[in-house]
């Protein structure tokens, strides 16, 4: 069954600090994988997309990382601001299947 | 600037009322979307279509239809509204199938 499970589901971290959000997936045949950014109240916007030959992208300071073989994604924000409270999301595409699977979310606090 | 519109932020209905939920993109995307978002369950597919007066089933159609009459309206029917509705409603749309989406900012119902 293709699932997408996210780690932790919440953190909380003091401003400036750094931290990873983990997700691991069983998709297969794997496509790419999208993190996105959803503010409270607002539609999740995308960060960066990953596709299978790709081991790491960044996008300022949040980086994503893919290893294809575990079947792992990591994204790591750097020096973190208030903004950045958000949950992020992990979602993976099934190649030939045209098909999204979403991952539940990780929700971050940042605390001044 | 991409824009994906929601027709409300916030609805409050009854039991057994219909609902509409509109959504309305200005990108010329074929692809639109209606999700709901539930604490703990992430997000969740109820429809899709991709094209005008094509709709397919997502996850979880129960309860719901949808209606694509223009390419750019996409909207979301509740025939007789039930309190296990109540719910965060996103809408979003993108150039392909399982490409970036762009989502709404969301309308969150209750039922009461």
């Known amino acids: 069954k293709n699932q997408v499970e996210q780690s932790p589901q919440s953190l909380i971290i003091l401003e400036g600090k750094n931290c990873t959000l983990q997700c691991n997936y069983t998709v297969s045949p794997f496509s790419n994988l999208r993190w996105y950014k959803q503010d409270t109240g607002r539609g999740p916007v995308s960060l960066t997309i990953?596709?299978?030959?790709?081991n790491t992208k960044s996008n300022g300071r949040y980086t994503a990382t893919l290893d294809a073989d575990t079947k792992q994604s990591s994204l790591h924000i750097t020096a973190s601001q208030l903004s950045d409270s958000a949950s992020y999301i992990c979602?993976?595409?099934?190649?030939?299947?045209?098909?999204?699977?979403f991952g539940q979310g990780t929700r971050l606090t940042i605390n001044p | 600037d991409v824009k994906v519109t929601q027709s409300s932020r916030y609805l409050v209905k009854r039991t057994g009322e219909k609902v509409f939920l509109e959504c309305v993109q200005d990108?010329?995307?074929?692809?639109m979307f209606w999700y709901r978002q539930d604490p703990g369950l992430g997000l969740r597919l109820i429809y899709f279509?991709?094209?005008?007066?094509?709709?397919e089933k997502g996850d979880i159609p129960e309860g719901y239809s949808v209606s694509r009459e223009k390419k750019e309206r996409f909207s979301l029917i509740l025939e007789s509204a039930s309190t296990n509705q109540t719910s965060m409603y996103l809408c979003?749309?993108?150039?392909?199938?399982?490409?970036?989406?762009?989502f709404g900012p969301g309308t969150r119902l209750t039922v009461l």
């Open positions: 990953m596709t299978f030959s790709e």
């Open positions: 979602v993976v595409s099934v190649q030939g299947a045209q098909k999204l699977v």
């Open positions: 279509s991709y094209d005008v007066k094509m709709k």
């Open positions: 979003a749309s993108s150039f392909t199938r399982v490409g970036e989406q762009f």
């Open positions: 990108m010329d995307h074929e692809n």
